[in-house]
């Protein structure tokens, strides 16, 4: 069963922006913290951003903090990550989970490419 579907990755230019978007599964999602992950070709996942399951409280990794906004929408049931101000140190297929994650629920991702 599907719990997520990521979408909104793209190629951009550094200095650019991209809003990458989540739709989760409400049942399984509905009361969790969430966040974004990220992998680039030849290193671990990695987390990037958090949110409560209110969307009250968010956190960042410090590589990402000042530049990238996690949010949700509730009644869409989908999770938000507005990247601005890219660099090509941010290339990478990012992914949407529960935080901590659950292995079964990572989705396809999103492939973000950054041109320098």
């Known amino acids: 069963q599907v719990q997520v579907v990521e979408s909104g990755g793209g190629l951009v230019q550094a200095g650019g922006s991209l809003t990458l978007s989540c739709v989760y599964s409400?049942?399984?999602?509905?009361?969790?913290?969430m966040g974004w992950f990220r992998q680039a070709p030849g290193k671990e996942r990695e987390f990037v951003a958090h949110?409560?399951?209110?969307?009250?409280?968010?956190s960042y990794a410090d590589s990402v903090k000042g530049r990238f906004n996690i949010s949700k929408d509730r009644a869409k049931n989908t999770l938000y990550l507005q990247m601005n101000s890219l660099k090509p140190e941010d290339a990478a297929v990012y992914y949407c989970n529960r935080n901590p994650p659950h292995q079964d629920y990572w989705g396809q991702g999103t492939q973000v490419t950054v041109s320098s």
């Open positions: 409400k049942r399984t999602f509905s009361n969790s913290a």
């Open positions: 949110i409560t399951w209110n969307g009250e409280w968010k």
